[in-house]
């Protein structure tokens, strides 16, 4: 078990990067349970998981049905376009490189089913 160590502490760096990233954003959630649950979907999102939805989200979290996924999405009030310009100046501040450019292209992913 040489290597747990080196691996634990990735993952503990990880999460210690992400708790930062996430506390950014936070406040953005006015109400208690739709901070958890924020925090629970972004981990789903960047979870290994092979199908990304309600569901699949939600029982990650530990729920049984996807309606708390669903709420957040749905019914809970919070500024999107706040949470976004909030994870960009982080990107930008943590991330970013002047010269550097990003490229996301979800066509590269064989999509599931029909």
Do not use: I
Request: proline share 3%.
């Amino acid at each position: 078990m040489a290597g747990a160590p080196v691996v634990d502490d990735r993952v503990a760096r990880w999460r210690a990067g992400f708790d930062d990233m996430f506390s950014l954003v936070a406040g953005r959630f006015a109400q208690a349970d739709s901070r958890r649950r924020a925090r629970m979907y972004l981990l789903g999102l960047l979870s290994g998981a092979e199908r990304k939805n309600s569901w699949t989200l939600a029982e990650q979290a530990g729920d049984l049905t996807p309606n708390g996924m669903q709420r957040l999405l749905g019914y809970y009030r919070w500024d999107a376009d706040a949470v976004r310009d909030d994870l960009r100046a982080y990107v930008l501040d943590n991330l970013g490189d002047p010269s550097g450019v990003v490229v996301a292209d979800e066509t590269g992913f064989l999509k599931k089913g029909g």
